[in-house]
Structures are given as C-alpha cells and as structure tokens.
Nanobody, 119 residues
Framework: QAQVVESGGGLVQAGGSLRLSCVAS????????IGWYRQAPGKERVLVGS???????NYGDAVKGRFSISRDNTKNTVYLQMNSLKPEDTAVYYC?????????????WGQGTQVTVSS
C-alpha cells in the first residue's frame, strides 16, 4: 500500500532554515514526479516546487532562490531545503508523489508537516 510521509517541520525564526523530508514507500510503479505543496490557513494549497524522475526541478515564484529540492533514490526520499525563511512561508507542507503504470496516472498525498516562521 502506498504511503507518503513528510517530516522535518517545526518552528523557526525568520531568516532561518529547515529541511523537510518526504519518504515514499509501498509504490512499485514508476514514480514520475514528486512535488512539494503548501497550504496556509484560509488559503488554497499551492505548488512550492517539484522534481521529476529525470531530476528536473521547478519552483514557485515565491520560493525561487530560497528553496531547493533534491532526492536520494537509495532512500526513496525527496528533500525540501528551505533557506531565508519568511513569516509568509508559514503553512502546512505536503508531499505529492505521482506515479504511473504507463496506462494510468496515480498520485498519493502525505499527511503534511507544519512549518511556522516567527518574525
């Protein structure tokens, strides 16, 4: 059974850094992309950034130059390194794993991890 677990959230002061982890397990099909999303209170869930199976990354405008995504295929883990954090980065951060059997597309969300940035 597919499982996606995020970790690494917490409370940090503005200007600080955090590294989130996303571990995917129970997925035997081909993972095509893993994305990080965030949802602030009262707002929609938005894309923070993603990494494809080929290693191509893309980022939302709000985090470009501050956040970076990397992966460790040996651990089925994707990381979100967040630097120069701002109070507006406060949100629940979710990981979305997309995978395929080359006929159908599937996706699986994690439960989220809270990031709070104090001013």
């Amino acid at each position: 059974q597919a499982q996606v677990v995020e970790s690494g959230g917490g409370l940090v002061q503005a200007g600080g850094s955090l590294r989130l982890s996303c571990v995917a397990s129970g997925i035997s099909l081909n993972i095509t992309a893993i994305g990080w999303y965030r949802q602030a209170p009262g707002k929609e869930r938005v894309l923070v950034g993603s990494i494809t199976e080929s290693g191509t990354t893309n980022y939302g405008d709000a985090v470009k130059g501050r956040f970076s995504i990397s992966r460790d295929n040996t651990k089925n883990t994707v990381y979100l390194q967040m630097n120069s954090l701002k109070p507006e980065d406060t949100a629940v951060y979710y990981c979305l794993v997309q995978y395929t059997d080359y006929v159908h597309e599937y996706d699986h969300w994690g439960q989220g991890t809270q990031v709070t940035v104090s001013s």
